[in-house]
C-alpha cells in the first residue's frame, strides 16, 4: 500500500471587487496625479531606467497624505487579517500591519521584473486600471534553485504543479501573498496605462 500527501503549500489570496466603484475612481485620480506631480519618483523613475512611474522611492506615507488611499489602507488590513489566519501565523496576539504602500503606473512597454519583497511578511497589489491585454502577475516556484537537475513539468501538467503560475487581474482584484514569493510583471503589452497599488505588510501589535 502506498500514498502521496502533499506539503508545503504556497498560497495566494485573491479577492476581487476589493474596493467600490467610487474609491477606485479617487485612487485612479490620486495616481495619475502622483505621476505627474512627484518630481522626486519622476527623477528617480529616470535615474532608474523604470518605464512609467512608481512613488516607490519618493513617498513612504500615502495613506497619510491622500484620503483614498487610508481608505484602501482600512481594506487591505481586513483582508491581510484573512490571509494571516489562513497561513496559520503564529503572530502572538499582534496582527499584520501595512508598513509601506506604493503607486505603479505603467504605460505599453512597461513591466517589473523578477523580485521579492524583503524586510515584510505579507506583500500585495490593488490593480486600479487594467486595459484589455494588460498582462498577468506570474509567480515563481520558489524551490526553484533546489532543483537541481530535475527535469521541467509537463506543459500539461496540473497548474499546482507548474514552475511558473500567473494571475490575471481585473480593476478591483487584490492579491496577497508571502513576501519571499517571487514575481515578475511582464511588458505590458496593452494599449493604455496598468495602474497598481502594492503594498507590504509586517506583524505588528494590537
Not at 110 to 135: D, E, K, L, R
Request: aromatic share 8%; charged share 20%.
Amino acid at each position: 500500500m502506498s500514498k502521496i500527501q502533499s506539503f508545503f503549500p504556497t498560497l495566494i489570496y485573491r479577492a476581487d471587487d476589493a474596493a467600490t466603484a467610487g474609491l477606485n475612481a479617487k485612487l485612479e485620480q490620486s495616481s495619475l496625479m502622483l505621476a505627474q506631480d512627484d518630481l522626486v519618483g519622476i527623477k528617480w523613475c529616470e535615474k532608474h531606467g523604470y518605464q512609467g512611474y512608481t512613488s516607490f522611492a519618493s513617498i513612504n506615507d500615502l495613506p497619510a497624505q491622500i484620503p483614498a488611499f487610508k481608505a484602501l489602507e482600512k481594506i487591505l488590513d481586513r483582508h491581510a487579517a484573512k490571509f494571516a489566519k489562513a497561513l496559520h501565523l503564529d503572530i502572538r496576539g499582534g496582527k499584520p500591519v501595512c508598513d509601506s504602500m506604493w503607486v505603479n503606473v505603467l504605460p505599453e512597454g512597461g513591466s517589473h521584473t523578477s523580485h521579492i519583497h524583503t524586510n515584510s511578511v505579507i506583500s500585495g497589489t490593488y490593480y486600479v486600471c487594467v486595459p484589455q491585454g494588460a498582462g498577468p502577475i506570474v509567480y515563481e516556484d520558489p524551490r526553484h534553485a533546489m532543483m537541481m537537475a530535475a527535469p521541467p513539468k509537463k506543459q500539461n501538467a496540473p497548474r499546482e504543479h507548474q514552475s511558473q503560475v500567473s494571475e490575471t487581474p481585473k480593476v478591483g482584484s487584490l492579491l496577497l501573498w508571502e513576501s519571499w514569493l517571487r514575481h515578475e510583471v511582464p511588458v505590458n503589452r496593452a494599449d493604455g496605462l496598468r495602474i497598481s497599488i502594492s503594498f507590504n505588510y509586517v506583524i505588528g501589535a494590537k
